[in-house]
């Protein structure tokens, strides 16, 4: 640990965490300590930034799918989807019944690949190997020695959900294969029975890893659960039919901390740029290049959301398929109606990729999956669109506008991990303030000086992981590139560096 000079007693203190780990991007925390030694607030900066809006302009909006595909490596399913919608409202298009099917299909993998990575190979290994684990065993590989079937179970759950995509678009990462109108082409029937030969695996995979976290969640786990960003909130998320758990299509639905929902459903297609600009708002702030969007009516604070998979589960009446039904019923019972903990987000995740499997299970028996027509054509019919589309992490809006050839003049993608990034900072700064306890100096007299609090490994790692339980991925959010290692800062109320740690 870098140490700092010892600031006068009585000073306000930070601890910066820079850079953080184990999620996708580069960003730091820096947790501030008032005079007296006690938290005043955590804060979580995204430092870097890559302007993916500025160089899409002048583009013509066909490109739009395949170019905002390569935003990320890990969703870029999310980003060819919502594009592709937005694309169909430029048209002005219908889509054929099988080109709809083909996406959501492809969208149920995208699911289930990052939901894997995100649970397996990012937060397991504070589950399984603790949170004192030395960071050099605290991966992935440690997790690979330390529980190999469920290691390997893990990774080759990741790889079914790539393999869908693939056998759909052609390739695991960056398939250019949605297009306005439609999609490039259609599913054959020998990968549509491949993917049904992977199904059983990933059933059985996906059932051993919710009945061990569940037990997880009952006993080491439960003291977690109550300070891993447990707050009301507004939550954002598509619905289907009835108040179906969706991730493609149907409709928009906020609900506030009591389920109760705000200002009526929107349809999630044809969402136009006037619903669009009322429903949503983006902050700034000086100190992180991730924006704060919010639910305009009620304001930056009052209307910050979360979305992500605790808040699909949240939103959603029932999800439509009897084993992950069942799932929801019982997270349901165990955290109410309307589940607040943001360490719940991993059980979430479990449930949704459960939900992934049975719906591609039902979707591989529809015949009009495997109809050749999978393409709509047309000139261009309108000049701004919105395409919205369930990721992973949450909600995902393209708002594009056109001119008279096509060619894109502005552009704004409303990203999942920037809608969350107000719960994010709060979540840090409940765990920050649960853990550090400033104390009596050894050498104070009469109790007048506070000790400055150390940053033990725990409590670096129980940071971190508040992070970790949404998933973030700045590389869209930001869209800046990388692995995303671990900086702490301890700062006084003046903003004096007093400790640090790194981690790479």
């Known amino acids: 640990m870098d140490q700092s000079p010892t ?28 005079a007296s030694g006690s938290v005043a607030a955590a804060r979580f900066h995204v430092t870097e930034f890559r302007g993916f809006e500025a160089f899409c302009a002048g583009r013509p909006f066909t490109e739009m799918p395949a170019l905002t595909a390569r935003i ?6 999310s980003h060819l989807l919502a594009s592709a919608k937005a694309g169909d409202q430029l048209l002005a298009v219908t889509i054929p019944p099988a080109a709809e099917r083909l996406r959501r299909l492809m969208n149920l993998a995208q699911i289930i690949q990052s939901h894997a990575l995100s649970f397996f190979h990012l ?32 990774i080759r759950l990741r790889q079914f959900g790539q393999t869908v995509i693939e056998r759909l678009g052609g390739r695991k990462i960056h398939p250019a294969w949605a297009v306005a109108g439609g999609v490039r082409t259609p599913l054959a029937a020998a990968d549509r029975d491949a993917i049904r030969a992977g199904l059983p695996e990933a059933f059985a995979t996906t059932r051993a890893a919710l009945a061990l976290f569940k037990h997880l969640l009952d006993g080491p786990l439960a003291a977690e659960a109550a300070v ?27 609900i506030d901390g009591d389920g109760t929902p705000l200002g009526g459903d929107l349809p999630a297609d044809g969402l136009g740029a006037g619903p669009f600009d009322a429903l949503l708002a983006e902050a700034v702030e000086p100190w992180t290049y991730l924006k704060f969007p919010y639910y305009k009516p009620l304001g930056p604070e009052a209307g910050s959301y979360r979305v992500g998979p605790l808040a699909r589960l949240n939103v959603c009446d029932h999800i439509g398929t009897t084993g992950a039904d069942s799932e929801l019923l019982e997270l349901r019972q165990r955290g109410g109606r309307v589940v607040t903990s943001s360490f719940h ?13 049975e719906a591609i299970e039902a979707l591989l028996d529809d015949p009009a999956l495997g109809d050749s027509h999978v393409r709509a054509r047309a000139h261009l019919n309108a000049f701004e669109a919105v395409g919205v589309s369930e990721a992973p992490r949450g909600t995902l809006f393209h708002h594009y506008r056109v001119d008279g050839d096509g060619l894109i003049e502005a552009v ?8 969350n990034n107000r719960a994010m900072n709060r979540t840090i700064t409940q765990i920050a ?45 930001t869209h800046a590139a990388g692995e995303m290692p671990l900086h702490v800062q301890l700062l006084g109320p003046g903003g004096e560096l007093l400790r640090e740690r790194w981690r790479s």
């Open 72 to 77: 990320c490596g890990i969703c870029p399913v």
């Open 7 to 34: 600031p006068p007693a009585g000073t306000p203190r930070t601890i910066l965490i820079d850079p953080v780990t184990r999620i996708e991007g580069h960003a730091k925390i820096t947790i501030h300590l008032d």
């Open 123 to 154: 937060s397991s290994p504070d589950f399984l190997l603790g949170w004192d684990c030395d960071p050099a065993r605290r991966n992935v590989f440690g997790l690979i020695a330390a529980d190999p079937e469920l290691a390997r179970g893990g």
């Open 228 to 254: 891993f960003g447990d707050f009301p909130s507004l939550f954002m998320a598509l619905v289907g039919e009835g108040g179906a758990w969706e991730h493609y299509g149907g409709r928009l639905r906020l």
């Open 433 to 477: 303030r649960h853990h550090i306890q400033a104390g009596p100096s050894a050498g104070a007299e009469g109790g007048a000086e506070t000790a400055l609090p150390e940053i033990a490994e725990a409590l670096l790692n129980r940071v971190e992981a508040g992070i970790r339980c949404f998933d973030p991925c700045l590389s869209c959010s």
């Open 412 to 419: 704004n993608l409303v990203i999942a991990t920037g809608q």
């Open 345 to 357: 987000y991993h059980l979430a995740r479990l449930i949704e990729i459960l939900a992934a499997l």
